[in-house]
């Protein structure tokens, strides 16, 4: 075995296949994390564990290695409340937002416990704090006390005291479950604690014995301060966009009667690292710097970015703030109440900016007065008005004009995702000609009230698909531009002798939408995690749920997909999260430069699929042994084949240098790579 390794790896270097490609394989799952506020310190002997945002990291102080945690890697949910470390029963002990539990090892060994989280209860089992008491935690909850056993993973009793316990500790053999500043239930802890009977109200006259112990906390901040994890600063991700080889990222959110006040988040993953972007800007501005959720980077110069949000627009060069446009240095408009009253820096609404290909930026600036629609010209800094009363609604300009993007005929669109009037927006900037759509009727003559218009996306074909509250419609090509149009909604037949058929999700709230490579569809909903529907509309790749998959959240803000490598990028609620898609862009020319296959070579160890990119549309791609014979052969799907690395029976392959012949779709001639396979 050993001589046979050799051998092809010295087959690899002779080839020309020596680089080693490292990508995450299909089907795989990647969290991005932040660890930036810190929140619990546990210290657990030579480790220290550290609740940072609401997730976790371990951090050994012999070695000084850290390891992160996420629902990727080991743990069973997301955003993290509480933590507390067991000396006995050597355990970390993890209670989610959601009461599910976790206990972890430094060994990084995870062991879930789902009893409270998945039990069906009208209580509050939202749990407040945890105390430890040798080999128990004491978990006090909305409706009680949890005590549960470490060291065995799992709940020993649960006390129902009807009461909201905020925090609860054991003293000269007694528990105390704290009610609130003024009152606690007492008990001893030999007495049956499942009767209520055994627990009396005392007055509460010393609250400090109550106070968290922070010794670990105070001990280890300092050391813990210095360290340095590449990931974000917030697990807020709202609108994204991916070009230049870069995700650009906004985390914060606005429309009529939603005002997070997020702060201004501007996060950029380049190359695998983040940059954050500059955040102390409301000391520069002396305005509020928050709910920014638009972003678009220039054509010409991937490091000169503009951002908008609630309170104004916003140019950046190299992640650093060059100019803020407001009300008083530009003709940009704050909000008008609808009782006429004028807004100030903190409502100027920018919730839609994009770059055309010449590097012009659109500006949508909402809910002002006589004042909408802007551009600033290519290399220049003076804001000029396109106003439109078209965008307008009751005299006022319409509340939460967003999603703007150019599609491939280098038309304008929008929607306005708002309940007082739904629409979408066609607009050709060079002509200022601007169509609106607020009747939404089928093919069947069905109308729809609708109450929101989230998003739109353009597919491989020309066609313009809308993301609604009652589901997705699609506007076909040949009548892309026309004033007077038919909403489609796709048929998908039932298949049950029937020849019936039902409106593609019909009734689910679409979020966000992107098309991939292979022209399939990804639906983000609000509620309902991801839909991926095929090339041909009609079947359900994929529905990907928290509960199913390692999605972060089911309710999804955004989604962007890397077309080089497939990576299918999901902004959730609860932070991001990644897919690694099967489907790439199909590129025009096939290379040796641009087809190449990874992982390669292909180790013992490795089981998964095999990927080749840097392929035409449909092309044909056949896998042979160095002599010759086909063990594999099929079309691409977008940019991309895989192979799991069996040959047409089922076997897996031997070890050797196999190679891949492609040809396009017309049977024109392709390239050839190669793949070195050890086993």
Not at 106 to 116: A, C, H, M, W, Y
Not at 137 to 144: E, I, M, S
Not at 580 to 598: G, R, S
Request: proline share 2%; glycine share 8%; with cysteine.
């Amino acid at each position: 075995m050993r001589k046979t390794i050799i051998i092809i790896l010295l087959c690899i270097i002779q080839l020309g296949i020596c680089t080693t490609i490292n990508a995450a394989g299909i089907g795989t799952w990647n969290a991005y994390m932040a660890y930036h506020d810190v929140q619990q310190i546990a210290a657990a002997g030579d480790d220290i564990f550290v609740l940072a945002s609401d997730n976790l990291y371990q951090y050994n102080k012999n070695d000084e290695s850290i390891t992160t945690y996420d629902k990727v890697r080991g743990l069973s949910d997301t955003k993290i409340k509480k933590i507390a470390w067991s000396k006995t029963a050597k355990r970390l002990i993890v209670v989610y937002e959601n009461s599910n539990i976790d206990l972890v090892e430094t060994n990084g060994e995870v062991t879930n416990i789902s009893d409270l989280f998945t039990k069906s209860m009208t209580e509050d089992k939202t749990v407040n704090n945890i105390t430890i008491y040798g080999k128990y935690a004491y978990l006090a909850t909305g409706f009680g006390v949890v005590k549960v056993n470490i060291t065995d993973a799992e709940i020993s009793e649960s006390y129902i005291l009807n009461e909201k316990i905020e925090k609860v500790i054991i003293k000269d053999n007694s528990i105390l479950a704290k009610k609130n500043f003024w009152f606690y239930l007492k008990a001893s802890i030999t007495d049956n604690l499942l009767d209520k009977k055994n627990w009396k109200e005392e007055y509460n006259s010393d609250d400090s014995i109550f106070n968290e112990d922070l010794t670990d906390y105070n001990k280890y901040l300092p050391i813990v301060s210095k360290l340095s994890i590449d990931s974000p600063k917030h697990n807020l991700f709202y609108e994204m966009s991916f070009k230049n080889n870069t995700l650009y990222t906004t985390g914060g959110i606005y429309g009529t009667n939603v005002q997070k006040n997020n702060p201004g988040c501007i996060q950029v993953l380049k190359n695998d690292n983040w940059i954050i972007y500059e955040d102390n800007i409301d000391t520069i501005t002396g305005y509020a710097y928050q709910d920014i959720n638009c972003i678009d980077a220039d054509p010409n110069d991937p490091e000169h970015v503009f951002a908008g949000g609630r309170t104004g627009l916003y140019e950046f060069k190299s992640g650093k703030l060059i100019k803020y446009y407001n009300k008083d240095n530009s003709i940009l408009r704050p909000a008008t109440t609808f009782g006429g009253s004028l807004l100030g820096n903190d409502y100027l609404l920018i919730n839609g900016i994009k770059y055309d290909k010449e590097g012009n930026l659109w500006i949508m600036n909402s809910g002002c007065k006589d004042a909408n629609f802007f551009v600033i010209p290519k290399n220049s800094q003076t804001v000029e008005s396109r106003y439109n009363t078209i965008f307008n609604n009751d005299g006022l300009g319409l509340s939460t004009m967003r999603n703007m993007n150019f599609d491939s005929r280098n038309l304008l669109w929008m929607v306005n995702d708002n309940w007082r009037l739904p629409a979408l927006f066609c607009i050709q900037t060079e002509q200022d000609k601007v169509i609106r759509y607020t009747n939404f009727q089928n093919q069947d003559g069905t109308s729809y009230t609708l109450t929101a218009v989230h998003c739109w996306s353009e597919d491989k074909e020309g066609n313009i698909w809308i993301g609604t509250n009652v589901g997705p419609f699609v506007i076909y090509s040949n009548d892309v531009g026309k004033e007077n149009i038919v909403f489609n909604q796709i048929k998908v037949p039932r298949n049950d002798g029937t020849n019936l058929a039902d409106y593609l999700l019909s009734g689910v709230d679409i979020r966000c939408m992107a098309i991939d490579g292979a022209n399939r569809k990804w639906f983000g909903t609000d509620g309902n995690g991801v839909y991926v529907i095929s090339s041909d509309n009609i079947e359900q790749i994929y529905h990907f749920t928290a509960e199913n998959s390692d999605l972060l959240s089911n309710n999804i803000n955004s989604i962007a997909i890397n077309d080089k490598t497939g990576e299918v990028f999901i902004a959730t609620n609860y932070g991001l999260c990644s897919y690694m898609n099967d489907a790439t862009i199909a590129v025009e020319n096939m290379d040796k430069d641009n087809v190449y296959a990874y992982p390669n070579p292909v180790r013992p160890e490795y089981n998964g699929n095999i990927t080749i990119v840097g392929l035409t549309y449909n092309a044909d791609v056949k896998i042979t042994t160095a002599t010759g014979y086909l063990v594999a052969e099929g079309r691409s799907n977008g940019g991309s084949f895989t192979w799991d690395g069996c040959d047409k029976d089922g076997n897996r392959v031997a070890s050797g240098i196999y190679n891949v012949i492609t040809a396009t779709s017309t049977g024109e001639k392709g390239t050839v790579c190669k793949i070195a396979i050890i086993r």
